[in-house]
C-alpha cells in the first residue's frame, strides 16, 4: 500500500498493468477519495505527461455522472491523482460477484 500525506489509505481496489488504485479518506474533511498511482518505480517522461494531461482534462470536466478530480500530487518519483469516490465498485468484482449468485453458461453470451 502506499502513503500519501493527508490520506488515510484503507484499501487497493485495481491494480492493472500502468496503475494502482486506492480507496481512502482525505484527513482534513473526512472526504473519501480515490488515489490513482502510476505503478512504475520511474516512469517516462511520456508516461508522466500522460497522466497530467489525463488530470488536467478530467479536472476541467464538470459533468453529471463524470467523476471529479480533486488533485494531483507527486509521489516519490511519480504522481498520484486524487478522484471522487462515489462508492463504486470495478465492474469486474461486480460480474464475479453476479457469477457466485447465479452462474450463468457462456452460451449466453
Known amino acids: 500500500m502506499i502513503t500519501l500525506p493527508g490520506i ?3 484499501s487497493k481496489i485495481y491494480e492493472s498493468l500502468a496503475s494502482l488504485v486506492y480507496r481512502g479518506i482525505r484527513e482534513q474533511d473526512n472526504c473519501a477519495v480515490i488515489a490513482k498511482v502510476l505503478k512504475q518505480d520511474y516512469p517516462s517522461p511520456q508516461e508522466l505527461t500522460r497522466y497530467r494531461q489525463e488530470y488536467e482534462i478530467t479536472r476541467f470536466l464538470n459533468i453529471e455522472g463524470v467523476v471529479k478530480a480533486y488533485s494531483q500530487q507527486d509521489y516519490q518519483r511519480t504522481l498520484v491523482i486524487l478522484l471522487e469516490d462515489f462508492g ?5 468484482c461486480w460480474m464475479r460477484q453476479q457469477l457466485d449468485f447465479c452462474p450463468v453458461p457462456l452460451s449466453v453470451f
Do not use: A, D, P
Not at 463504486?88 to 469486474?92: D, T, V
Open 8 to 10: 488515510t489509505i484503507h
Open 88 to 92: 463504486g465498485e470495478s465492474l469486474e
